[in-house]
């Protein structure tokens, strides 16, 4: 109740913000349909690898360990991130967002030598489809995490050029709610894919 | 959990406090650590570590959306929950009825 009190003083602007918010949470709904494709597609595959190379005997998972932390880390000071715009500090909101991209960055550097590697190894897209299903899946979460990057570098940009406005606000609660989703979503790429692979 | 969540509640109004942030961000490593943990050391049979590593998956799933992304603060009419409740149905229905199909159709097997 408080809650809506708070926020009725600036109607008519924060309520074209918060349903702008509500139409990117409906986006996150349709790419959970995505995965839910592609973990649907990696699931049923997982045993078709064609005679060729498995996923447990190419799999690093000394690089995966690092990169889950990295992930996870990052999710957390996004999270910091909000904190600090809701305190009304610029220069800390702009510090958790360069860190929180900084580490989605390191996170995709670990993605791109892992997947060199696996094709050093002889397991690329077209190997079995097991493989196909692994990098698609795989890689369309990478996709999804390098947008991310360039889409929070931007917003870095305009903060720092325009301050904590309305408009900024809402742009940084929803980077930080896909940052969160992509995390989940990552979740269930380590359990499923690489957890469940090498065990 | 219940004392967290309650005290979570408290703070809805400021959209999380860092208290509950470091909470989700400790109990997203420990998720992490536990499944881990069992499969690199083979701890325990296969269809455990299957529960095991599901189990906490969702866990850490729901400690993100509890202390990262605040569902529970979501002012009423709660259409996020509620379109994320279709979506979790959808993902569900695709994801089990696609092993459900597959398993008893492998021909390429």
């Known amino acids: ?199 | 959990m219940a004392s967290q969540n309650h005290s979570h509640e408290e703070t809805g109004h400021t959209h999380g406090s860092l208290k509950s942030y470091i909470i989700g961000f400790v109990l997203s490593i420990v998720l992490t650590i536990i499944p881990l943990v069992a499969v690199m050391n083979d701890m325990f049979n296969k269809s455990t570590t299957i529960v095991i590593i599901l189990v906490t998956a969702v866990l850490q799933f729901l400690v993100q959306l509890l202390f990262f992304m605040h569902i529970r603060e979501e002012d009423k009419p709660r259409y996020n929950s509620i379109s994320l409740i279709f979506a979790i149905l959808l993902l569900l229905t695709i994801v089990i009825g696609s092993i459900w199909i597959m398993t008893y159709n492998q021909v390429a097997v």
């Open chain 1, 1 to 199: 109740m408080s809650q809506a009190n708070a926020h009725s003083h600036d109607h008519g602007h924060h309520d074209q913000e918060s349903l702008k918010q509500f139409g990117f949470w409906l986006f996150m709904i349709t790419d959970v349909i995505l995965f839910a494709t592609l973990f649907a597609t990696f699931v049923v595959l997982r045993g078709n690898t064609a005679s060729g190379p498995i996923g447990a005997e190419l799999i690093e998972m000394n690089g995966i360990i690092v990169s889950t932390f990295i992930l996870l880390t990052s999710s957390f000071t996004s999270g910091l991130a909000l904190l600090s715009m809701n305190k009304g500090d610029k220069k800390g909101l702009i510090l958790w967002l360069a860190v929180s991209a900084l580490l989605g960055l390191s996170f995709i550097y670990l993605e791109v030598n892992e997947f060199i590697h696996l094709v050093h190894e002889g397991a690329n897209i077209g190997t079995s489809a097991y493989w196909s299903a692994f990098f698609t899946l795989v890689g369309t979460h990478g996709l999804h995490v390098s947008i991310g990057i360039v889409w929070m570098t931007a917003i870095i940009f305009q903060i720092a050029k325009r301050g904590i406005t309305p408009v900024t606000k809402r742009k940084v609660n929803i980077i930080s709610l896909y940052w969160h989703f992509l995390d989940a979503v990552w979740i269930f790429v380590f359990s499923i894919v690489y957890l469940m692979e090498v065990m």
